[in-house]
């Protein structure tokens, strides 16, 4: 029997986290090094990434940082061959950059919907495409953790949110996720997801100051926002040993918001 410590032991792994210059993916970045993993950060500002560079470095974190634009395919790619070359392979893959915008359905800009589209599920789609063709598939071992969102699982309550683009992008993140993990699980590959409630970041200040702290806070059954540790448990178990028998699931990390 293993030590059940040794479960979410990330000692020899390397993950690529996109997004991960702050916000979510710098939590989940945290985790991932603190378990002893060795990491390439994605993002598109070369400043924020060596900001955040540097402070996994402090804490002894092994980090590498890569300044690019998820949206872009040709970029993506170059990024998949950089994080591969960098790591020697890519263990972990961590999808977390992703955008929202806010209109009316019914005057939602077709370039901004193209603009959520693009990050949030088809930048996402080549990448994992890209890691798991060169380094998963081959070696017969991968973690994808996609960071959807309490947004696709469900609609906007009325008078609150106006998100149409990204409610159906994060929707499809969780059934690409689904489907994703039957078919890469023949390969010994998990494809899991992160479903995040209201946590407060850059892209949620203005929403949360819009509709109140208190007032979603409120609304949870733990009557709390997200914090800066409420992700972290969940992506180590994504990413570790002790989830090698968990595969194509949404776990909600929201207070309990989507079970009411």
Known sequence: ???THKLFDLSGRTALVTGGS????LQIAQALGDFGARLVLSARKAAELEQAQA????RGIEVEVVASDASDAVAIETLARTAIATLGHVDILVNNAGASWGAPAEDHPIDAWDKVFNLNMRGMFVLTQAIGKHSMIPRRYGRVINVASIAGLRGNPPGSMQTIAYNSSKGAVVNFTRTLAGEWGVHGITVNALAPGF???KMTKGLIDHLGADK???SAPLRRLGDDDDLKGAAVLFASTAGK???GQILAVDGGVSAV
């Open 1 to 3: 029997m293993t030590d």
């Open 245 to 247: 028998h968990i595969t």
């Open 55 to 58: 402070t996994l470095r402090a």
């Open 22 to 25: 702050r916000g979510l993916g």
């Open 216 to 218: 979603l806070a409120a």
């Open 199 to 201: 946590f407060p970041s």
